[in-house]
């Protein structure tokens, strides 16, 4: 499968917005739902959002009202929309196929940083 790359990541202070991408790094035709999980220092990943070729779209219980996942499917991009940001969302922030592949791969994500 082709890798997926994130991008968008910022500082920004409480309640700032920021807007992430997650784009393949080749031409595919796929069809595939896309996921963002986190993972802040000393935490485990998290799921963030997930959106599905169905239509349907699932977040953490966090994030609802604030956060938004969207795509553009003609080039596969995923975006995830961050509004009223607050410092307990500080995170590394990676984007990958949904459901989780049994091996996952990885990128490096992008850094997100709220200061209070």
């Known amino acids: 499968q082709v890798q997926l790359v994130e991008s968008g990541g910022g500082l920004v202070t409480a309640g700032g917005s920021l807007r992430l991408s997650c784009a393949p790094s080749?031409?595919?035709?796929?069809?595939?739902?896309v996921g963002w999980w986190r993972q802040a220092p000393g935490k485990e990943r998290e799921f963030v959002a997930t959106?599905?070729?169905?239509?349907?779209?699932k977040y953490e219980d966090s994030v609802k009202g604030r956060f938004t996942i969207s795509r553009i499917s003609a080039n596969n991009t995923v975006f995830l929309q961050m509004n009223n940001l607050q410092p307990e969302d500080s995170a590394v922030y990676y984007c990958n196929y949904y459901p989780l592949p049994a091996r996952p791969e990885w990128g490096q994500g992008t850094q997100v940083t709220v200061s209070s």
């Open positions: 080749g031409r595919t035709w796929s069809r595939y739902d």
């Open positions: 959106t599905l070729w169905s239509a349907v779209k």
